[in-house]
């Protein structure tokens, strides 16, 4: 009998693949970007501040021997993100996965906060994505092909007291890409979403060392730590890659067992 071939690791090599990866410039936006980097994929880095935009590309560029470029853009701005898009598309000649990691946070009972910080929330998280979504849509259907990776949360699948923004915001991402990705299948774009635990990144260090984050946070995962930026490295590789091919709609949860428990 014939030996069989499958091209197993070699699934997830992304050379010559186009990468966007809005939020890119820090935290886990920077860590997935290294992580695609690491595999071979171009790289756009995309952040409301050119220059953390910059050096985040020209670090990437430095450190992998692929191509990285950046661009400034607000994410909840319709003609930002179209102009992200065509960016991309001017750059390296294709747009084949997009990593929707703009995010934000503001914490606080429910009667502390104003409609302005639940709308900001909102805007960012849940608009930006949508509007990221739609500027890469039209290429990806040209090319009958692509990749789009939504960052959800833990909190986008259970409940914390003091958090209504932010797991209102990440929970519609989940439906959000549930939708979408039933919506673009039939044009093979994979669209999925990571929901990630506690990982301290620059929004969580306020409350690493409170009571909230050690008992309500840390406290829940079956690991009873944080996660470092590199924890999140393979998933996003995993689902940019053709290894995923068969992944649509899925929640891949990174969270250390907090929602096994």
């Known amino acids: 009998m014939d030996k069989i071939k499958l091209p197993g690791i070699r699934q997830f090599d992304l050379t010559g693949q186009a990468a966007i990866v809005t939020g890119g410039s820090k935290g886990l ?43 400034a853009a607000d994410v909840t701005r319709q003609d930002q993100a179209e102009a992200m898009a065509r960016a991309c598309l001017e750059h390296f000649g294709q747009v084949d996965i997009l990593i929707n990691s703009a995010g934000i946070n503001i914490r606080g009972a429910i009667d502390e906060l104003s409609l302005e910080d639940f709308n900001k929330v909102m805007s960012v998280n849940v608009t930006g994505t949508w509007l990221c979504c739609r500027a890469v849509v039209p290429f990806m259907k040209k090319q009958k092909s692509g990749k789009i990776i939504n960052m959800a949360s833990t909190l986008g699948l259970v409940g914390l007291a003091n958090r209504t923004p932010y797991t209102s915001s990440k929970g519609a991402i989940v439906q959000m890409t549930r939708a979408l990705a039933l919506e673009l299948a039939p044009f093979d774009i994979n669209v999925n979403a990571i929901c990630p635990g506690p990982f301290l990144t620059e929004m969580n260090e306020p409350i690493k060392d409170t009571e909230d984050g050690k008992k309500f946070i840390v406290g829940a995962t079956a690991f009873g730590r944080w996660a470092d930026l590199r924890e999140i490295q393979g998933a996003a590789i995993f689902l940019s890659s053709r290894a995923a091919s068969y992944m649509v709609g899925s929640i891949l949860a990174v969270d250390g067992g907090w929602t096994a428990k």
Not at 48 to 58: D, G, L, M, N
Request: glycine share 12%; no cysteine; hydrophobic share 55%.
């Open 29 to 71: 936006g920077l860590a997935m970007a290294a992580g695609l980097a690491s595999a071979g994929a171009n790289v756009l880095i995309v952040s409301r501040t050119a220059q953390e935009a910059r050096e985040a590309a020209e670090g990437l560029q430095a450190e992998y021997g692929i191509r990285a470029e950046w661009f």
